[in-house]
């Protein structure tokens, strides 16, 4: 059964960090896109961050290009997204998502999606 399990989530001030992690596992993910994208209360969820196996291509949403970095260990399965600088507006469920396909997992059309954790940014 495949599963990517996020955490990292939680409560922070205005102008603090989070790092957020993504654990795949239930099949073999080499060749796969991992990305990150992020649903705020009453709204739809929108694209935050992609990365490719091997990392050698990465793609950010405007509103986070210079205070968000995405990573991934290959050998952990893991994904990563570093979150700096944060705002109140930064706050929503951030989802981890994968697929074979890079450009369908950057428009949200990915084939494994996890549960989401919580991120909070106090003013």
């Known amino acids: 059964q495949v599963q990517l399990v996020e955490s990292g989530g939680g409560l922070v001030q205005a102008g603090g960090s989070l790092r957020l992690s993504c654990a795949a596992s239930?099949?073999?993910?080499?060749?796969?896109?991992m990305g990150w994208f992020r649903q705020a209360p009453g709204k739809e969820r929108n694209f935050v961050a992609a990365?490719?196996?091997?990392?050698?291509?990465?793609d950010y949403a405007d509103s986070v290009k210079g205070r968000f970095t995405i990573s991934i260990d290959n050998a952990q399965n893991t994904a990563y997204l570093q979150m700096n600088s944060l705002k109140p507006e930064d706050t929503a469920v951030y989802y981890c998502?994968?697929?074979?396909?890079?450009?369908?997992?950057?428009?949200?059309?990915?084939?494994?999606w996890g549960q989401g954790t919580q991120v909070t940014v106090s003013s």
């Open positions: 239930g099949r073999t993910f080499s060749g796969f896109t």
């Open positions: 998502a994968s697929g074979n396909n890079y450009p369908q997992v950057a428009t949200g059309r990915a084939d494994y």
């Open positions: 990365i490719s196996w091997h990392g050698e291509r990465t």
